[in-house]
């Protein structure tokens, strides 16, 4: 009932720039927190930043100050501005919402199907 619909991922060269969103689509009241997470080829998937509803952040160090997330509560989407990117953040980054309350459920959290950015050196 509930899906997260990733986009703007793709290509970009060191120094530059890109916007994910992520939209959560479903009968929904409210969610708890909605974010970002990424997996590079190889390592583990790791948290990059998180939105509570009410707006509170935190960002991991790698990305702190080159990465803001914000949040459109009425349109239950979160967006990813990435700048000064570097081929380290090259990786899938999925979406991540938990505390999603509808009409009639409730999930603890949902993944969407990740979203490919590519930083070239």
């Known amino acids: 009932q509930v899906q997260l619909v990733e986009s703007g991922g793709g290509l970009v060269q060191a120094g530059g720039s890109l916007r994910l969103s992520c939209a959560a689509s479903?009968?929904?009241?409210?969610?708890?927190?909605m974010g970002w997470y990424r997996q590079a080829p190889g390592k583990q998937r790791e948290l990059v930043t998180m939105?509570?509803?009410?707006?509170?952040?935190n960002y991991a160090d790698s990305v702190k100050g080159r990465f803001t997330i914000s949040r459109d509560n009425a349109k239950n989407t979160v967006y990813l501005e990435m700048n000064s990117l570097r081929p380290e953040d090259t990786a899938v980054y999925y979406c991540?919402?938990?505390?999603?309350?509808?009409?009639?459920?409730?999930?603890?959290?949902?993944w969407g199907q990740g979203t490919l950015v590519t930083v070239s050196s």
């Open positions: 991540n919402a938990n505390g999603i309350r509808g009409r009639s459920f409730w999930y603890d959290e949902v």
């Open positions: 479903g009968s929904i009241f409210s969610i708890n927190a």
């Open positions: 939105i509570t509803s009410g707006g509170g952040t």
